[in-house]
C-alpha cells in the first residue's frame, strides 16, 4: 500500500489536499511575488555585504527551497490544471473502468452468464469446494509459519495469490455462497482505482484523482441501472421468473414442507414444470406458493439483482470519492457518515421488503456482506487519499481518530463479543500453535527479520496475541459485556420480531379488516399511525409500509388498485402532518415546559441551537424546509412547538415528504399484491420488481433529504456563530445532564470489573453466553426454529389458529434463552443501579463527587 502515493511529491501533495485548485494556484501566486521580493533583497544584500554563512546551510536551503518553493508547487498545479482538462485522459479512465463492471455483469448476472455459471457451480460443487478449502489452508499455514518474517517478494507473493484465489473461490461459490461475486466487484472497484493511479498516474495528487472517478462511477452506475431498467420490461422477477432462474442456476427443489408440489409425473420435479422445463404453468392443483420449494436458493435472487446491486455500489463509491475530493473540508466527514445512514437504511429496507414477499430467507446474510465489502472499499478509497498524511503522521492521526471514536468503542466491542467469540476463541488457539513453531523453527531461520523483543518473547502466546490480550484486559467489560446483550436484542427483534413476527401481525391485520369498511380501516390505521409518531425512536416508514398493505387490501373493493394506492398515500401524509400536529402542539406547545421533553429534544446540543436559528426564520427558505423534511421527525417538531412557532407555515415546508412517503406507500402495496393470486396465478407478476425499486428511490430520496439538513445544520453552525451564541442556554437542562453524568460516573464506578463481586460477574458472562447461544441458533438454524409463514397466509389454516405455532421447539429454545439472557442483564443492571444511588448518597453526603477510575 505504500505505494499508492507519488514519491515525487509526497509532502507537497499532502500540503495541498485541504485546498481548491483555484485557491491553491491563487497563493502560488502570491508566494511567487514574495519570492521574487526577497530574492531582490537577498541579491541587494549579498552585493552590498557579501555573505558569511556556511556553504552546507546554503545548500539546505536550495534543497528546502527546491522541494517547497513556488516553482516547485505551480509544477504540481500544474499537473492538476492538466489532469483536470484533458477529456481523452478522462476518456481513458472511463473506458478502463468499465471493463470490470462488464465482466462481471456478463459472468455473474441474468443479463449474461450468470445462471450458466451458477449451474457448473452446483455441478462441480466438490471440486469448487476444494479450492475454498486450499485458500483456507495456505491462510492457515502462512499464519502459523508466520508470513511477516519471510523474504519480502515472498510475502507479497503470498499475498497476492491469496486475495485472487479468494477472489475466484467466492466467485465459483457462487452456488453456496450466492453473495460471492458482488462483494468481490465492490472490493476490486476501488482497488482498480489503486492500480491505476500507482501505473499511470503517479504524478497526479491522489485526492484530485480520485475525485475525479466521482463523474466516472456515477455515470458507470446510471449506464447499468438504465440498462438494467430497461431489460426489466421483459424479465420482471415474478414466481415464474424466480422458478425458471432456480432451475437454471442447478437449485434442488425441496419437498418437505410443500409435499403437493411434487410433480406425480416425474419424482423430484416441481408440479409447475412440464416434462422438459420448459413452460412454467400455476393453477389452482399447483398455486404459485409452490415456488417455495426454491426457497433456500438465493443466488437466483442476487443474479437477478447483480445490475441493480453493482449500480448501487459504484453510486456509493462515486459519492465517496466526491467528499474525498476536497479531504480539508470538515463537512465531508459528515457527508461520508449520512452516506453511510442512507445506504444501511437502503439495505434494511431491502431486508424487510424481501422478508414481506417471501424472499427473506437467506438474503440478510447476502446483504451484511455487501454492506461489509462497501465499508472495505470505502476503506480503500480513504487509504488512497489519506496515505501520505497517515504514514507522515499517524501517531497524531491515530490519536485522534481513537478520541473520535471513543464513544462507539464499547458498542464496537460488545458487537465483535457477540459475533466473533468463536471465532476469537480458535484464533487464540492458533497464536499458541504459530508461538511454539515460532520458538523453535521460525525465529532461527528468520533472525534477521525479527525485532529483539520477538525474538526473546517466549510466552505462551505470540508477542502480538500477549499484547492484545493485555488490551483486552484494560476495557470497560461490563459496559462492553452489556452492550454484546443489547446487539442480541437488536438483531432478535430485526431476525424474528421485523421480519416473522410483523408478518403474522400484517397477515392478521389483512385478513381482519378484509371486510370492514374503507372508513373504519382508514380511522385505525390513523389512530396506530398517530400513537406511532408520539413515540421517539419510531420513524414514519413502518407506518407507511402498514398504511400500503392495509388501506389497498380494504380499498381495492372501493376504488380499485391504482387509487387504493393514491388513497393510501394520501392517507399516510394526513397522518405524517397530524403527526406533526400531536408533535408540535401536543408534546413541543403542552409539555414543552417538562425538563424531560426538553433534555429528550436535546435543546442545549449545537446541532438543535442551528436548527432553532434555522426554523425562526421568516418565511419558506431553502434550508428551513431541509431540516423539516431532512431532520429526525419527533425532535423536529418538538422543537417547533418549544419554540411556539405558527403550525400552518410548518406544515406546509413539511409537504415535500411526499416525496418520501409515495415510494414507502407503494413498497409496501407490491408486497401485497405480489402475495395475490388467481386460480394459482400471481394477479401482479410486476409487484415484486417494482416494490425492489421502490426500496432503492426511498433510500436515494432519504440521502437527498438527510444531506440537505446536514449541510443546511453545518451550514448555520459555521455562519450564524454569533446568532447561535446570543440563544441562552436552558439552565434546568444543564443542570439535568449535569446530574446524568453524576449518575453516569457513579454507575461506571460501581462497574469497574475488579470490584464487581463474583456471582454479578457471573450472571453478566451467562447473559451473554445465553444471548451468544441464541443468535447463533437463530442465524444457523433459522428454518428449524420457525415456519415459514407468507404475509398471504392465514392463522387458521397455516399455523393451526393459534400465531405461537409459529414458533418450532428449536425456536421456543432459542427464545428461551433470549428471555433467560435479558433477565440476567436486568439483574446486573439493577445491582448496578442500586450500587451507584448507594456511592452518590455516601459522595452527597461527604460533600464529594464520584470520580471515574481509570
Known sequence: MAGIADPSSDA???????????????????????????????????????????????????????????????????????????????????????????VFLVGFSGMGYGLQLAYLSNEWMLAVLGQGGFVLLMILIIYVFDVQFWNVALQLLCASSIFFLSCFALCCLVSRVPYGPISVFTILVPVSIFAIKRIFFQKAPAHIFVGTYHTIYVLLGTLILSSFTFWCKGNF???????????????????????????????????????????????????????????????????????????????????????????????????????????????????????????????????????????????????????????????????????KAESFANPLRGLVMLGLSPVLVVYVLLSIVNQFIRRFFIRHICREHMTDEEYEHKGVFTLAVDSQIKYYKTWDHAKVLSYAVYWGIAYLFLSVLGSRFVTVFLSWLIETTQNLHISLVTG??????????????????????AGGIVLVNVGRDYFGVYASIVYACFVSLIIKLLGCCMQQKLIGGTLGSNIKVRQAVGINSEGIRAMRVILSENGFTRRKVAVLVGGPDWPVSVLCGILGLNLFPILVGTLPV????????????????????????????????????????????????????????????????????????????????????????????????????????????????????????????????????????????????????????????????????????????????????????TLDESGTTPLLSE
Open 237 to 403: 422477477w415474478d414466481t415464474a421468473k424466480n422458478a425458471e432462474y432456480s432451475h437454471a442456476a442447478g437449485c434442488k427443489a425441496d419437498f418437505t414442507d410443500e409435499p403437493s408440489c411434487e410433480s406425480q409425473n416425474v419424482t423430484g420435479m416441481p408440479c409447475f414444470f412440464d416434462e422438459n422445463y420448459e413452460d412454467i404453468r400455476f393453477s389452482k392443483d399447483c398455486p404459485s406458493h409452490c415456488i417455495d420449494v426454491y426457497e433456500a436458493c438465493n443466488e437466483a435472487f442476487i443474479i437477478w439483482a447483480f445490475p441493480g446491486l453493482a449500480a448501487m455500489a459504484l453510486f456509493v463509491m462515486g459519492f465517496i470519492s466526491k467528499f474525498m475530493e476536497n479531504p480539508g473540508d470538515p463537512h465531508q466527514l459528515y457527508r461520508v457518515g449520512t452516506l453511510a445512514k442512507a445506504f444501511a437504511i437502503f439495505l434494511f429496507l431491502f431486508w424487510i421488503f424481501a422478508s414481506l414477499v417471501g424472499a427473506g430467507e437467506g438474503l440478510v446474510n447476502s446483504l451484511i456482506a455487501f454492506a461489509m465489502s462497501i465499508c472495505i472499499g470505502s476503506g480503500i478509497v480513504f487509504s488512497i487519499v489519506f496515505w501520505n498524511s497517515l504514514a507522515d503522521s499517524s501517531r497524531d492521526i491515530f490519536d485522534a481518530l481513537s478520541r
Open 12 to 102: 507537497t501533495a499532502d500540503s495541498i489536499a485541504a485546498v481548491n485548485p483555484v485557491d491553491l494556484e491563487e497563493q502560488t501566486q502570491d508566494k511567487e511575488e514574495q519570492q521574487q521580493q526577497q530574492d531582490e533583497e537577498d541579491s541587494g544584500s549579498d552585493r552590498g555585504g557579501g555573505g558569511d554563512g556556511d556553504g552546507v546551510e546554503d545548500t539546505e536551503d536550495d534543497e528546502e527551497a527546491a522541494l517547497t518553493g513556488p516553482s516547485h508547487r505551480t509544477s504540481l498545479l500544474q499537473n492538476v490544471r492538466e489532469f483536470r482538462a484533458d477529456l481523452s485522459t478522462l476518456f481513458c479512465l472511463f473506458i478502463s473502468s468499465a471493463i470490470l463492471p462488464i
Open 658 to 841: 411526499a416525496l418520501l412517503i409515495v415510494p414507502s406507500v407503494l413498497s409496501g402495496s407490491c408486497a401485497y399484491l405480489g402475495s395475490l393470486e388467481e386460480d394459482g396465478v400471481e394477479k401482479y407478476p410486476f409487484a415484486d420488481t417494482l416494490g425492489a425499486i421502490s426500496a432503492a428511490f426511498i433510500a436515494g430520496t432519504m440521502l437527498y433529504f438527510t444531506l440537505s439538513a446536514v449541510n443546511a445544520v453545518k451550514d448555520t453552525l459555521e455562519n450564524d456563530k454569533e446568532t447561535i451564541e446570543a440563544i441562552p442556554f436552558d439552565e434546568a437542562v444543564q443542570e439535568a445532564d449535569a446530574e446524568a453524568v453524576k449518575v453516569s460516573e457513579a454507575y461506571h464506578r460501581v462497574t469497574i470489573w475488579k470490584e464487581v463481586p463474583i456471582f454479578m460477574k457471573i450472571v453478566l458472562i451467562l447473559a451473554v453466553l445465553c444471548m451468544t447461544t441464541c443468535c447463533y441458533m437463530l442465524m444457523i438454524f433459522g428454518k428449524r426454529c420457525f415456519k415459514d409463514y407468507d404475509l398471504m397466509y392465514t392463522i387458521d389454516e397455516h399455523l393451526d389458529g393459534n400465531w405461537i405455532n409459529l414458533v418450532l421447539p428449536l425456536g421456543r429454545v432459542a427464545l428461551l434463552l433470549f428471555v433467560i439472557s435479558y433477565a440476567l442483564l436486568l439483574v446486573f443492571e439493577t445491582w448496578a443501579k442500586i450500587k451507584a444511588k448507594a456511592l452518590m448518597e
Open 524 to 545: 385505525i390505521i390513523v389512530a396506530v399511525g398517530m400513537v406511532l409518531f408520539l413515540l421517539p425512536p419510531i420513524p414514519g416508514i413502518p407506518i407507511y409500509l
